[in-house]
């Protein structure tokens, strides 16, 4: 079909996109690999969007019952299994980019979860290794902003500002594993590219996350739709125990398949970021630095 890449096109890592572009070869790349990031996905991510769910749904219960001893275990989870399911959608898109760089004619199709599960738990503990001190920085700069966010003619600013740092260290475990070098090296390499495209990064995230809150509200609302009527029909009486279990259970399952989609478009996100970075390394750098990546089959 026309306008559609074909498959076994490889994509270049390394090339000058605009912010529309970055998001179409982002598609394109996964695109050509669904089968094989779906199957990734399934074995790596499914377990913790499950795993996550428990916490979600313990959190919603526990707040439409007003049953207020629940809520802090729920949270809890909730945010362990996103720190590691955001970890996990990392290493996977990365580890992806890694083989498909390397390969002769960018064609995944044929690799499997033990061709790489070595490698996605290297990286994996490289990504969660970054992730650790990005969010106590981010904890630091919340407390901080939220006091500027007080001052009204600078919230608006403040506003900007804290998002616009919040993408630049997310950019950071893309530097840490692609490029192998240190973790600071990776915090340094991060803020120097962001000084020359923070525009286009801004712009970018943003289109994407409006990307990601129309498919996350579009996966939500059988839940919400389940979650109002059971609610509705609680305090007249009309539900028993076994009603009650069964509405429970649709809620949780519509709440795993929400959970999982959630991690897919932080995939698509973080595919876009990636190339987003393949942009900066062309325009800034000598890209002696992309001979390894293009060469990691051969590692």
């Known amino acids: 079909m ?29 695109r050509q690999n669904w089968r094989t990031a779906l199957r990734l996905s399934v074995y790596m991510l ?3 969007a499950l795993l996550h769910s428990v916490g979600i749904f313990t959190l919603v219960m526990s ?7 629940s809520t802090d275990m729920g949270f809890m989870l909730n945010m362990l299994f996103f720190f590691i399911g955001l970890s996990a959608t990392y290493t996977l898109i990365l580890t992806l980019v890694q083989y498909y760089q390397g390969s002769a004619d960018g064609d995944l199709s044929m690799l499997t979860f033990r061709d790489v599960r070595g490698t996605l738990w290297r990286n994996f503990r490289r990504v969660f290794t970054a992730m650790i001190p990005i969010l106590l920085l981010m904890v630091v700069c919340s407390l901080f902003f939220l006091v500027l966010m007080i001052i009204p003619l600078v919230s608006i600013a403040a506003f900007v500002a804290y998002f616009l740092l919040f993408f630049i260290m997310m950019m950071i475990p893309i530097y840490y594993v692609l490029e192998g070098a240190s973790l600071s090296f990776a915090f340094k390499r991060s803020f120097t590219h962001a000084k020359e495209s923070w525009g286009k990064l801004f712009g970018l995230m943003y289109a994407l996350l409006l990307v990601v809150f129309i498919i996350l509200s579009a ?64 325009l800034q750098d000598d890209l002696a630095l992309g001979s390894d990546i293009d060469n990691f089959a051969n590692l």
């Open 2 to 30: 026309a306008g559609i890449r074909d498959r076994h096109t490889k994509i270049s890592l390394y090339e000058n996109r605009s912010v529309g572009e970055i998001i179409n070869i982002a598609i394109d790349f996964l």
């Open 46 to 48: 499914f377990p913790i």
């Open 63 to 69: 707040l439409t019952r007003d049953n207020y001893n």
């Open 219 to 282: 996966t939500s609302t059988p839940m919400m739709v389940f979650i109002f009527a059971k609610d509705s029909l609680l305090p007249s009486g009309k539900i028993d125990m076994t009603t009650e279990m069964i509405f429970s259970t649709i809620i949780f399952v519509f709440l795993v398949i929400e959970t999982f989609f959630a991690y897919l478009s932080m995939a698509l996100v973080v595919t876009a970021m990636v190339f987003h970075y393949g942009r900066n390394a062309r």
